[in-house]
């Protein structure tokens, strides 16, 4: 299976209309890839808080259409990256005008195959944090070589959504992100971490530049089941291809296999 990730500059200098087409004919070359990955919030950039109402757009707005066109046109799998989502009101969302961080996968038809809200939204108690609604769903996406669980940026901190994705079957765990260039060391080890205690691969795709006065980290990652970076980009603007063997995955659980002996539902410390 081979996965290109698109590590996509986001500067300030660049208009979101120039960075859609440029994301769109970089999806566009990489047809053949079973898989194709843009980062979070690629067009406003992760950090952008005060861009997020502005730009934000409805689930089929501007880059669900392009990024359709772009997955049909190269007949790949495409996950999307994420972007502002304004819901529409009575979905579920606290209020008229909620925005999500949600992520697009489509199929190599162009249908959308899987839409995931953020679930841990960064930023404590400014930012996303408060500018934007949490999803509540894990989401699983059946690829024909194999399942992918998603996540997004800061939710590789939390090491129990993957490992519900990994109940729900995920093999593959896809992260698009905005990581920031000052806590790059977390990045690497946690994408590790994430690998490691799940026996899976993660492909973990981040932007490059610099958008709100924050360096982005670059450095998208593919590690494998046994905790092995099989590919890792620089600092800069990179399609990061790598090829591998979703049936490690199986073949490391059986060989090594310590997710069966977890232990579930510990009692609480007595005092
Ligand atoms: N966009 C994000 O979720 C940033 C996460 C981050 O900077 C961190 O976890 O550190």
Redesign the pocket.
Known sequence: MRASLIQIAVDEGESIASRRRRAASLVREQAGADLVVLP?LWTTG??AYEDFGREAEPLQGPTYEAMAKAAADAGVWLHAGSIPERAPSGDGATGEGTLYNTSLVFSPSGELAAAYRKIHR?GFDKG?AVLMGAGRDLVTVRHPRTTLGLG???D??FPELFRGLVDAGAEVLVLP????ER?RA?WTLLAQARAVENQAFVLACGTAGTHAGVPQAGHSIAVDPWGEVLAEAGPGEEVLTVDFDPARVAATREQFPALKDRVLGLAPPTR
């Open positions: 979070e992760a950090f960064f996303e997004t940026c800061y590789l901190r992100a905005g990581w920031p806590r977390h």
